[in-house]
């Protein structure tokens, strides 16, 4: 009597390059220096708005009259106060975007290289970098549940943290920026100037 049907064995795939063989020619791009951006263009900065000015009863004025002035003026305040924090989010970005910079391009450099066609992915992994961290910052200053329309609710930010990390982790992959990302990522062997394809 036969036994039981064996099911197909599944292939393993395995991600990076385990056998840490050399890249192809066709994916082999000349060396460049990297030029910081300009990230006061890259992450322009709105202009600051005029703070409004809190309304005074005049005396012949009615009550409803003098309600509807302040409710104005309350809608005002709030849209003041998201601009003023849209302008110190850009500010700290703009600060943080330029000490990752400084931080990851010479590694990418010594390690793995970096082409022109490269400079884009690590002018956006900064910002994503400033970008989770100011999200993580108005999180510590906001507290997680906040007040909504619909009474307590999961602070947007969270929302935004969660999707700066998710690309990130993209970046990390791709760049090779961790551990686990480095053994699969070819390093850059020294050697005489004969061998550089691109002389």
Not at 75 to 84: A, E, G, I
Not at 89 to 113: D, H
Not at 183 to 199: A, M, Y
Request: aromatic residues 6%.
């Amino acid at each position: 009597m036969p036994g039981p049907a064996r099911k197909p064995a599944l292939a393993v795939v395995r991600e990076g390059n385990p056998g840490h063989r050399p890249p192809p020619d066709s994916v082999t791009l000349p060396p460049v220096e990297f030029d910081e951006p300009d990230w006061s263009k890259e992450l322009p900065e709105s202009m600051a708005p005029k703070k409004p000015e809190e309304p005074a009863r005049e005396d012949d004025e009615s009550i409803e009259h003098f309600q509807q002035r302040m409710y104005r003026f309350e809608k005002k305040m709030v849209d003041y106060h998201l601009k003023r924090q849209a302008i110190n989010g850009t500010r700290f970005v703009k600060k943080r975007a330029s000490q990752e910079w400084q931080r990851i391009v010479p590694v990418l450099q010594n390690s793995v290289g970096l082409g022109a066609v490269d400079w884009s992915i690590v002018v956006d992994l900064c910002i994503c970098v400033a970008r989770l961290e100011w999200a993580e910052h108005e999180l510590s200053r906001e507290g997680l549940i906040v007040l909504g329309q619909r009474g307590p609710a999961r602070n947007p930010h969270t929302t935004i943290a969660s999707q700066y990390r998710t690309q990130i982790k993209t970046y990390i992959r791709e760049l090779g920026l961790s551990p686990a990302a480095r053994t699969g990522l070819p390093g850059r062997e020294d050697g005489p100037d004969d061998d550089d394809p691109f002389d």
